[in-house]
């Protein structure tokens, strides 16, 4: 049985990862930290995901939340990544763009860290929205990362 971490998402699905199936890898938080992992995935559901979900009326599945430290360094990503604390996600809304996206979570939530990542405005469908929140004061940091390299603000 799943476990909910807010009306729409679930703690299974934002540990899924296809990487991990693929190299046998455990990605479900687990002690001495696991509590706090859940703890800080239930405050991305109920403070991002579902007020995302709420608003667009639309069903959707992260792509990357949680990431414990074995996968994050099987991707490449770096050890300091937001999402081996459970407090990151990448995901789109289908039939949004990500620019829309990453626009209205910029003016509607707090966030700590907002990137639009690899969107380009010829192609709405590409690219995808990483997005982070702490239990504590958040930067407010706004991203994007493309091609030409990283860049404040929002692009599109």
Known sequence: MARKLSANFSLEELCKSQTAVRLGIDNLPREPEGAAIVANLTRVCERILQPVREHFGVPFAPS???RCLVLNTAIGSKSTSQHVKGEAVDFEV???TNAQLAAWIRDNLDYDQLILEFYESHDPTSGWVHC???GGP???QLLTIN????T???LV
Do not use: D
């Open 138 to 140: 958040n930067r407010k």
């Open 64 to 66: 990357s939340g949680y």
């Open 132 to 134: 982070s929140i702490t």
């Open 147 to 150: 091609r030409q390299g990283t």
């Open 94 to 96: 289908p039939g949004v």
């Open 152 to 154: 404040s603000g929002l």
